[in-house]
């Protein structure tokens, strides 16, 4: 995935489908410099991490 995508999916009033390594996932924020997302699974929602755009994968 591509950072603009990213950031246009944090935006959304919809909820789009997007994984990361094979586990679904809600992209928080998205940092245009270092590229790269503020991730958490949906089902660990305390679980947050900060993960390449690139490896994003939308469904």
């Known amino acids: 995935m591509n950072v603009g ?8 009033a919809d909820l789009i489908n ?5 586990t679904p996932v809600i992209i928080q924020h998205v940092d245009e410099k270092t590229k ?3 991730v958490y699974s949906k089902s660990e929602p305390e679980l947050e991490r900060d993960v390449p755009v690139l490896n994003l994968i939308e469904d």
């Open 5 to 12: 995508r990213a950031k246009e999916i944090v935006e959304s």
């Open 36 to 38: 790269m997302a503020r």
């Open 18 to 22: 997007v994984t990361y390594d094979g």
